[in-house]
């Protein structure tokens, strides 16, 4: 984080990589990130929203076309404020999103459906993060290949240095976008549920239903020859 | 389905509630749905649609204000073609929504991870909708009850019953949109990596990691006396 500016305005947190921006962003701050809801649930500090960023892998980012706004998951990769999209270089997301249009970048994991005494106050645990930034397209071969490699490492670290890297014609073929966030905030709910004093009463049970990722056993591809051994970056992988 | 009128254009599904505006809805689909990508993987029939939707309960809301787009992940519950979004009153998303805007609803369940023998054809297995529609605010006290009714079964199936309901102040301090799907789209991909034929020689593993949503084990809220059974109906939760 050494390259960031990290301002506090107001009660708002705000980070930005340059100087001169800073209090455009705050005024945009004010429409775009604002926690207007359950404040105490809501974070700009970095640290918390870039944790966030690394154990998710899909983003669904958003994109308005005539009015019309798009929604679409997609993989992404981080390197500190920049995260990276890539996909086909016909992809209407990215040709629109190369444009520099206002984007929307959301990051959502579901840690657990909160069961409380009212249906009122039931809720979930999660952890997400809204980014709103803008997105240009890398041209230069290296910084394409290098970008590719940080979404893929963010996927499954290791992969990259064991398969075979693009060709001139496959780098051609996908466009890769860097997303520069220029605002985001983090909302997070943990715990148990938080029922009116007077439900404590009911005979209801009440608590959390944790929901987790987990890998199931690999899947060897039929076309593999035998003698491949399952690569402990695969055997280790955590899921998020 | 049997209030829908559902009509094929060009090599298109589409379906919609009020046949007057099939053909409104057709000429849209080829700005907003038509798959431009790989239209294999791509579906625009209402059962595929319904089953993802049913099997996800999480949606990422798109929507746009003054050009900014804004994604904002919501929990939802579906009857037919008309998808329910609850929150606070106060929430920025909904008092935007119910004033009719265009909006964009998305749901993806990631299935897995696809390891190719090239890091071109990495891909990840999962199944998404992209729903377009407009959205407004249910005011009826007896409708709204229902939609919460209906986002909480879809969420998990048996709670309602068991949980005290909405009073009436609560009911006010709740906003319930009722979504028209107008369009969707689904994309499904499943399977093992697909590489270059000259790839298969190549020494690296390849296949398929699965991922899945597990429940763990229900953690009891700790100011519930003691004697309460953990309900069939969250012993029996099938985690999506």
Redesign the interface.
């Known amino acids: 984080m050494s390259s960031k500016v990290v301002l506090r305005s107001g009660d708002k947190w705000i980070f930005h990589n340059a100087a001169s921006r800073v209090i455009l962003k705050a005024m945009n701050l004010t429409?775009?990130t604002k926690l207007?809801?359950l404040p105490k649930r809501g974070s700009h500090d970095p640290a918390t929203i870039h944790a966030i960023l690394d154990d998710g892998f899909?983003a669904?980012?958003?994109?308005?076309?005539n009015?019309?706004?798009?929604?679409?998951?997609t993989?992404y990769g981080r390197n500190e404020n920049k995260l990276y999209l890539h996909?086909?270089a016909?992809?209407?997301m990215l040709r629109e999103l190369e444009g520099g249009i206002?984007?929307?970048?959301?990051v959502?994991l579901?840690d657990?459906?909160v069961?409380?005494?009212?249906?009122?106050h039931?809720s979930?645990n999660?952890r997400?993060v809204?980014a709103?930034g803008t997105a240009r397209k890398i041209e230069d071969p290296a910084h394409k290949t290098k970008a590719?490699q940080v979404i893929?490492e963010h996927?499954?670290r290791g992969?990259?240095a064991?398969?075979?890297?693009?060709?001139e014609a496959?780098l051609k073929?996908?466009s890769v976008l860097e997303f520069s966030v220029e605002e985001a905030s983090a909302k997070i709910r943990t715990g148990?549920?938080a029922?009116n004093e007077e439900?404590?009463v009911?005979?209801?049970?009440?608590?959390?239903?944790?929901?987790?990722?987990?890998?199931?056993?690999?899947?060897?591809?039929?076309?593999?020859s035998n003698g491949?051994?399952?690569?402990e970056y695969?055997l280790k992988?955590r899921?998020r």
């Open positions: 429409s775009r207007r809801r899909l669904h980012v958003g994109f308005s076309l009015g019309q706004p798009f929604v679409i998951p993989l996909g086909s016909a992809s209407r206002p984007a929307c970048l959301t959502t579901v657990g459906i069961l409380a005494r009212s249906a009122f039931h979930m999660y997400s809204v709103f590719l893929s996927l499954i992969r990259w064991e398969v075979r890297g693009p060709s496959e073929a996908t148990p549920p029922d439900d404590y009911l005979q209801v049970w009440a608590g959390v239903l944790p929901i987790l990722s987990i890998t199931g056993a690999p899947v060897p591809d039929a076309h593999m491949h051994n399952v690569p695969i992988y899921a």
